[in-house]
């Protein structure tokens, strides 16, 4: 049994863990698996790290300081999820299949990111620190490429749909109550609790309803 080497290759769009929260009372961020809503989809994509990572390397336990390799390959330039951020999603669906005990183990990372407009996937390796170590260099390019710019995010306002115009002319009716946005119902604010930043309102039994 090799327990200081592991590689995982998850096929699909890698996805960020931020924009699929709902928060409890408490406040404790939670994510609902069986809404039937487009918040369950992190729940499923964690699901599914934990079962490929267990099923390519059965038997395999890292219980050490671990250094990891990630190579993500989005499906467009233009569009994904910040990279910093995959890394939470991904290390969670990890720690999810038993492969490591805590992705507090990682201690090294290096990250790289890539496009495969046919292939989306990202690549993880592991490697333990006990019979592997890091090492790197960067070098001067002998020949200059064209830089990739990045631009600030627009401060515009974007448009409101007829959706939201009619929601919104609903809630100012009635400022003690609010629409339930997965009913669709009108219940009293009382009675709603605030998801994905304060964008979306759901009534607590709907709430009950998601797990």
Known sequence: MNNKYAKIIVDGSPISKSNFKLFNVNGRAILPYNSGKYHD???????????ETRVQNPAIVIDEAVIA????????????PDTNNITKSIFDGVEKSGIIINDAQIRRIIIEEFYDGKNPRFELE????????????????EKEDVPIVYEPPS??????????????AKISKDEN??????????????NCLSANNGKILICKDCFKKLF
């Open 177 to 190: 109550s609010a629409i339930c946005g997965f009913c669709n119902k009108a219940v009293s604010k009382s």
């Open 126 to 141: 592991l490697f333990a620190e006990s019979k592997f170590k890091m090492q790197y260099s960067i070098l001067e390019k």
């Open 69 to 80: 390799v990630l190579k993500v390959f989005y499906k467009s330039k233009k569009r994904h």
């Open 155 to 168: 401060n515009k306002k974007k448009p409101k749909t007829n959706a939201s115009l009619k929601t919104t």
């Open 41 to 51: 989809r992190y729940a499923l994509y964690e699901e599914k790290i934990a079962y």
